[in-house]
């Protein structure tokens, strides 16, 4: 079960990051309209809402390196829970922003999941 | 509604590390049989394991300082996303080891909450 948990934990943190390095924009289907997000404590809910922020970063190109996942069954509704470290690259930048970032995977009815909590922070050394 | 979630996460939060740092074999009152908590990567399940992980950890004495704490409604049950980022001075060593640590708090019967999702990471810079 819990390693059930762990594959699909992996599976979703690559794909969200590759959405975002790649094709930013289509992050916003792996929202819904009762999804939150908290962006360095701003906090805004709806998958509309929530892609409006992720496009309006003040950077275009990016590329995530993933150091962690941890992942937890959350124990209700099949629900997943995943703990993200790792760092961030903005184009044309040479250091790194290391972050620590969570999600809440609930699953659809259609079998599949969509990120009910996302909390992100960059780690200040 | 999320104010009130809000609240509740900061109270919990000055609760628990105020137990960690003063009186760590308390905290086993946090968890139930169902809790998880992975330390570091290490995954461990239930109150009793849980507390035995937390009590053995390599220091005795620390002091942990809270930086940012954010706080989402998990949407079910009336659970609560809490999202720490903070400090940890252990005693007699004079640098600070920060650290990332979410918890899914789930109301109990009783009407407080219990944590049901545990995740601790040390943030290396």
Redesign the interface.
Known sequence: M?EHVEMLGRAFVEHYYHLFDNDRSSLSSLYQP?S?L?FE?Q?VQGAEEISSKLNSLPFDQCLHSI??V?T??????G?I?V?V?GSLQLAGEEHHL?F?Q?F?L?PTLQGSFFV??D?F?L???
């Open positions: 819990e009762t939150m908290t404590g906090k150091s962690t941890d937890q069954s959350s124990a209700f509704h629900g829970i703990f470290s290391r620590s969570m809440h609930v009910q909590n909390i922070r780690n200040y050394g």
